[in-house]
């Protein structure tokens, strides 16, 4: 038996008992076809051309249409990082010959000042690469790379500017997302000894706790500030369905990104702001029962609306490590079901779709009528990621 059918056998055998003892349907159950397609949906990463502007970012199924995109796009480092996982996975060394070769691909983000998104770019391709090869060259450009964060940093609003377009809309927005590319300036000031990457992502985060959550422990997504004064202007948002609606994958970058914040700085705060947010999550009247959210909580076209299953696998890896400090049986328990739900044929693309991508039906801006029910790489990023944590 080789190393990949050795790892889904025992996946399999895991995420069944956690079924059992969660009460999950028993339809959604590890069967043998579903761990048949997922080695094959692995092996399908490994037979994807090497391109350094053809990074597999979705997949449009009616038109077997590959959306491929540069460095520039925010979503380019996952698949460099989702080789890496999968070495981590199997041991399988076609994974990290790979790798190495998407990886070089991202480095120039880490000069690239006019994003915000170098955490995911930068760090989700050298940060998996680091955990694998101790080389400095990866840890050089990971520094490089919250260095070029940090001059996005405003001092008197307190955070990181996140777009600079529809400047007509806003002077200096914030996304919930951004809590997310923490972990790049957390992990640098660690690798460096500078600590003003830790200070600037603590400012950064403790903004966020202060401004970016209502009562209810949602988020929003977009808060948008007076640069001068460093006072809020408005909350708002681009990828939920309203302002006052609660778009599902932001709920996973706030209980994901406070969860990580909190391991690099053991502030209670954090950790109690993620543990709000994640029963917000795990409870909400609007969530169905697999544990796969729809897009949006407030969608009016519940239950007629897309599912997100990227939002699923943020959240199910972060609550893996939520659970890991708290040890609260239900975040375990929540992860696992989302997990044994994703393990099935319902979400694993069939082997009739070829193509470097794990999942199906993930929706990525759905205002935009863009990415909607669709595998989409990041979904595949964080299920990868909480197969890790899980394991």
Known sequence: MNKVSYFSLILGFALLASACKSGINSQTKTSASAEHLLENRYKMLLDYPVDSMSMPRSMTI?????????????????????????????????????????????????VNSNSHDVGFKVFCSFGEALKVE???EYKDVIIKGAET??????????????????????????????????????EASKLSGNQKYHDIAVKHANTTLKNQFREDN???????????????????????????SVWARGQGWAVYGFTMSYRYTKDP????????TAKFFMTNKNLPEDGIPYWDFKDPSIPNSPRDVSAATVMASALYELYGYTKNQSYLAFADKIMTS??????????????????????????????????????????????????
């Open 149 to 186: 964060l940090c001059t996005r940093f405003n001092a008197k609003v307190g955070a990181i500017r996140s777009w600079d377009f529809n400047k007509e809309i806003w002077d200096y927005p914030v996304i919930i997302d951004n809590m997310m590319n923490l972990e790049l300036l957390f």
């Open 269 to 276: 705060e954090y950790l109690k702001q993620a543990e709000a």
């Open 62 to 110: 009616k038109t077997n249409l590959i959306k491929k995109v540069p460095s520039r796009d925010w979503t380019s480092g996952f698949f460099a990082g989702n080789l890496w996982q999968l070495y981590r996975l199997t041991n399988d060394s076609k994974y990290k010959e790979q790798a190495q070769k998407w990886t070089p691909f991202s480095k120039k983000e880490s």
């Open 218 to 244: 949602s988020c929003y997504h977009v808060t948008d500030y007076n640069p001068v004064t460093g006072e809020v202007r408005k909350k708002t948002t681009l990828q939920g369905y309203n302002d006052d």
């Open 342 to 391: 994703l393990h099935s044929d319902k979400y694993i693309l069939p082997d009739t779709v070829k193509a470097p991508f794990i999942l199906d039906h993930s929706t990525g801006n759905w205002p935009k009528h863009d990415e909607i029910d669709e595998p989409i790489i990041y979904a595949d990023y964080y299920f990868l990621e909480a197969l890790l944590r899980k394991k």
């Open 134 to 136: 101790n080389k400095q």
